[in-house]
């Protein structure tokens, strides 16, 4: 027996004449989603998505369902014949568990009413199978204020009731926008960054800098285990490693110790920008918050983008620590980003960096350096990986 689950979309509702191309996205994350929880059937019309998952997969279904992004909300529902008498039956059914609760909740019916060739308006249904449901059960309506709503949807080809609306990932579908290199560290931050741009449409690829040995196989684990966490959403990943140690020391020996911080981010991004560019990499995407670290002041973050010949987004510019802590909850990033593993940032730091950093004070303190060579050696020997999702 097969469960029927109803998708209804977010903001594809607003994409007028461009919309079926995005449909058509959601529709292509939706199957890869589910591509190994049985034999799914999925199917598009009268403004929703419907699924039909074997029960034994049910509950997996639901959950991946509800992290799809384009989706503002899904049901569990129950298909019925296009009839008042099956209609008010099957709500029926799905009320009856209503009864035996304490204490007893109130109920109304929303009804609607996509194929006018049916014979009652949408209150007509309402108030109809709301009566049958109050002689059955004894339920009380409340048509204000109710405990529970259960819903009616009279369809063109599909009749449906349902109850409970679990809420959606909300956003555009992965692919519906450009694909961005994410500057991924093993920390909090820079993966909760990733998933925000993913829910804005964008496909992720990922770039790690990893300085062996100061930082271990265990460091890129951390950050392997994130690219698969990142890939739920689009079903692969790629991730590029990039080692960092050999420009971290030349830095450290050429340049003031104060601005090693600042230098370090702008060989980052020069790096980041040509590995985009290569792989058609529309913009770079960072964790970046605004006055988090020293790095991180309106100053130093000019100086550093200064560098860049692509966009930057930093979608947790104006969060709390708190608030990106809560999002990498969500995402089942935060217990992978605690784990005690250092990443190159936190190498060779001076005890005072430089907290605003001018443009001309940057190109002074680069001047000892062969900039061009160093990031030309880093794409060189950039290593690359595809990472499959990790799911439940």
């Known amino acids: 027996m097969k469960k029927i689950i109803v998708l209804r979309y977010g903001e594809l509702f607003l994409k007028g004449g461009n919309r079926h191309l995005f449909e058509k996205i959601l ?77 007893i909740p109130t109920f109304k019916i929303e009804s609607r009413r996509a194929d006018k060739r049916f014979p009652m308006t949408s209150p007509e249904i309402s108030r109809e199978v709301g009566g049958q449901i109050h002689l059955a059960t004894k339920l009380p309506v409340d048509i204000h204020n109710p405990d529970v709503t259960i819903g009616v949807e009279v369809g063109d080809r599909q009749t449906f009731v349902f109850g409970e609306r679990v809420k959606g990932a909300g956003g555009l579908p992965v692919g519906a926008s450009a694909q961005l290199l994410l500057l991924l560290s093993g920390g909090i931050d820079s993966p909760v960054a ?49 080692h960092f140690t050999e420009i971290q020391k030349e830095i450290r020996d050429k340049a003031p110790p104060e601005m090693a911080v600042v230098l370090y981010r702008r060989m980052m991004v020069r790096i980041a920008c040509r590995i985009a560019q290569q792989n058609r990499c529309s913009a770079l995407a960072t964790g970046e918050s605004l006055g988090q670290v020293a790095s991180q002041t309106v100053e130093n ?54 907290t605003r950093a001018s443009l001309k004070q940057a190109q002074h303190g680069e001047s000892r350096l062969d900039v061009d060579a160093m990031v030309e050696e880093a794409v060189a020997n950039m290593k690359s990986e595809t990472i499959d999702a990790a799911y439940e």
């Open 27 to 103: 529709l292509r994350n939706i199957k890869r989603s589910l591509a190994d929880l049985g034999s799914s059937e999925i199917e598009r019309g009268q403004g929703r998505i419907f699924v039909r998952c074997e029960e034994a997969f049910y509950e997996r279904t639901l959950r991946r369902l509800s992290k799809v992004f384009g989706l503002s909300s899904l049901s569990p529902a129950l298909a019925c014949e296009k009839t008042l008498a099956d209609i008010a039956q099957v709500a029926i059914e799905f009320a009856k568990p209503l009864a035996e609760r304490s204490p």
């Open 301 to 354: 973050i000019a100086t550093i983008e200064a560098v860049s010949d692509l966009p930057i987004f930093r979608p947790l510019t104006a969060f709390d620590k708190m608030e990106t802590i809560n999002i990498a909850h969500e995402i089942e990033s935060y217990e992978i980003s605690i784990l005690p593993h250092e990443d190159c940032c936190s190498l060779f730091v001076p005890k005072h960096p430089i």
């Open 194 to 242: 990733g998933h925000l741009m993913q829910k804005r449409g964008c496909r992720l690829r990922a770039l790690y800098f990893h300085s062996p040995p100061y930082t271990n196989e265990h460091a890129w684990d951390k950050v392997k285990q994130l690219s698969e966490v990142l890939a739920r959403s689009q079903s692969q990943l790629v991730l590029d490693t990039v």
